[in-house]
């Protein structure tokens, strides 16, 4: 080999050297945000459960309607709330994620927890429940309650019949002064916990077909991912807290928040958020983009990595329309070491 | 040997240029000026109280050298940073006047072989802008030492470092030049290197910034093997302020410095030695 192309064979093995000594090692080498498939309908096994929950309502119940529904989600719709969540709890419990969650509340709570409170009371929620949702007007839960000890639980094992399938019982205040809790079970497969009979008697016609049809809070076709749910403009603005003014320019540009969460294996969150003035939706997802990428640059300047990290797996994309998304991809690794803290690790959260 | 003759012969030659001989009395002024003008009183009084009384009089007072510690903070970054701008500025023709013709012909005609002759102009270069942040820097310790009785060599390690982050911009100027003989180019190229440097100590957060595609691997490609003279710039503050400072990462950052220097200087001999002049 000639003298001078060692100078080049020198140049390049100094030129690797400089970029392995000068890039100084990390405490931890960043988790690459992933490529997740984003929940954005639903799957062929989503749409076979959505199919085997339609319910067809019982033919002499009034003015029965001949569409099928979902009771679950025709008894959340029956109080005409803005908002409300579903938890398919079967689903999460059966998920990396739910393994998790069940380690942590396992570690904190033991064996004497509400987990076993209830299994005494012929309920496992580990087997038998199906579905929780909540609403500003109360908690639904789905499941298999065949075996429950409505005695031990409500303090009555029958309440009052309303429509073809109902009862409603109303349970006594609690102690400490609690307000009165109102628990209406619609066969072995339903349970609503509202404030009012009222509400008890509006999720058992809705769920049974009769009266004027409930607008629908989610429908069957979007009851996809591990959690599904609606927030208005106002409630998000409300959870969300901040000055009056924030709150109603928020509530102002964004009318409704549709949220999907996928935790198969990593935990991938999709809100999509609608609002009528295109301009001012396209404003919040500037805002949102900004105030993400700023708050990351921040951490990392301040040396907060893990928050950097955490704020490296969200992303706002561009708005369409009238709508715009905001995705969060997290590797079920960090999860799992955010949750550290239940088992008591030395680097939890970090 | 012969490095170092071509390295002493370009220090004459900068000896007898304006823009040093300004540098060096201005230096020389500035801390002529501080000798005689500054009044540390603060620090006079706490020091005088402590001998006198064991303790200072007002107890907020911090000790004089932990007082002093943001003025040496402030000094090695107007050394670096104002160091890295000047020596980018007024060392940009001493290459293209290397490369001159008539002198190179000269020089190669000498028993001297072509990478000794780079060689020595880099370490001439070196040599000068470690004397004058030495200089700076040792004048300010003494200045202060004298004024407080606080004495510390660690602003005088602190410039070393400075003199080291200019060698590896020098190297790509040396580099550049030598392709094209430029001062403009070469000090283009220095400035170029200055802020890639700085982009590099960025690097983590412009990267989280950009999208996938061409420019984000372009940018993480250079970024990644330049550099990161914010980092020195950090280091060589935390020495002179005797802050904490992780010995393993300064180790590393200077070990890839230089190794960055000798690569660019690599890649300058061999152009040279293919050149025609």
Redesign the interface.
């Known amino acids: 080999m000639e003298r001078r192309w060692l100078w080049l064979l020198a140049a390049a093995i100094l030129v690797i050297a400089a970029a392995w000594l000068v890039r100084i090692p990390e405490a931890r080498p960043p988790v690459a945000r992933p490529e997740l498939e984003m929940p954005r309908q639903l799957r062929p096994e989503e749409r076979q459960r959505m199919l085997s929950r339609l319910t067809r309502p019982p033919v002499d119940a009034g003015a029965a309607r001949a569409q099928v529904r979902d009771p679950m989600l025709a008894a959340l719709s029956a109080a005409g709330a803005g908002s409300g969540v579903v938890l398919e709890v079967n689903a999460l419990r059966n998920s990396p994620l739910g393994e998790l969650l069940l380690q942590c509340l396992a570690e904190r709570e033991g064996r004497t927890g509400a987990l076993e409170a209830l299994r005494q009371m012929g309920i496992d929620p580990l087997r038998d429940l199906d579905r929780v949702g909540i609403t500003e007007h109360g908690v639904v839960v789905s499941g298999d309650f065949r075996r429950a000890n409505w005695e031990g639980l409500l303090g009555s094992a029958t309440g009052a019949a309303y429509g073809d399938r109902g009862q409603i019982t109303a349970v006594d205040p609690r102690q400490e002064g609690g307000s009165t809790l109102v628990a209406t079970r619609w066969g072995d497969s339903l349970l609503h916990l509202g404030s009012s009979e009222e509400d008890g008697q509006r999720v058992v016609d809705a769920v049974e077909g009769r009266g004027p049809t409930p607008r629908p809070l989610l429908s069957p076709e979007q009851s996809y991912g591990e959690m599904y749910g609606v927030v208005s403009g106002q409630d998000l603005a409300q959870a969300l807290g901040g000055s009056e003014g924030w709150a109603a320019a928020l509530a102002d540009a964004a009318s409704r928040v549709e949220l999907h969460l996928d935790a198969r294996r990593d935990v991938a969150l999709v809100a999509d958020v609608s609002g009528a003035d295109a301009r001012k939706l396209e404003d919040l997802g500037k805002t949102l983009g900004g105030a993400l990428a700023v708050a990351r640059a921040q951490a990392r300047a301040g040396g907060d990595e893990d928050t950097a990290e955490l704020l490296g797996f969200a992303r706002v994309s561009p708005t369409h329309g009238s709508a715009l998304s905001l995705e969060v991809a997290l590797p079920i690794e960090v999860v799992a070491r955010r949750l550290a803290f239940c088992r008591g690790d030395a680097d939890a959260g970090r | 040997m012969t490095s170092v003759a071509v390295a002493l012969d370009l220090l004459r030659e900068a000896a007898a240029r304006r823009w040093f001989l300004a540098l060096a009395l201005a230096l020389t002024g500035l801390l002529l000026l501080l000798l005689t003008s500054l009044r540390l009183e603060v620090v006079d009084g706490a020091l005088a109280a402590t001998r006198l009384f064991g303790q200072p009089l007002v107890h907020d007072i911090q000790s004089a050298d932990v007082a002093l510690r943001p003025v040496f903070l402030v000094a090695s970054q107007l050394v670096f940073w104002g160091g890295l701008a000047f020596g980018v500025l007024s060392c940009a023709d001493f290459a293209p006047a290397l490369l001159s013709p008539g002198r190179i012909e000269h020089l190669l005609s000498l028993p001297v072989r072509r ?1 000794e002759l780079l060689a020595g102009t880099f370490l001439g270069v070196l040599a000068l802008a470690l004397g004058s942040a030495v200089y700076a820097s040792a004048g300010l310790v003494l200045v202060l030492g004298a004024k407080t009785g606080v004495w510390t060599a660690w602003p005088v390690v602190s410039a070393a470092l400075a003199a080291v982050a200019f060698g590896s911009v020098y190297a790509g100027m040396l580099a550049v030049t030598v392709w094209v003989r430029s001062a403009a180019l070469s000090a283009a190229a220095g400035a170029s290197l200055v802020v890639l440097g700085l982009l ?1 100590t960025h690097r ?2 412009l990267l ?2 950009m999208g996938r595609g061409v420019g984000r691997t372009l940018f993480a490609g250079l970024t ?5 003279l914010g ?1 020195l710039a950090d280091a060589a503050g935390a020495l002179a302020s005797s802050a904490p400072l992780a010995p393993g ?1 300064l180790l ?2 200077l ?3 230089l ?2 220097a ?3 200087l ?2 300058a ?2 152009r040279f ?2 050149r025609d002049f």
Request: charged letters at 20%.
């Open positions: 990478w590099a983590r957060t989280d910034l990644a093997v330049v550099p990161p980092k990462g590393r950052l070990a890839g410095t190794a960055f000798a690569a660019l690599a890649v001999a061999w030695e293919r």
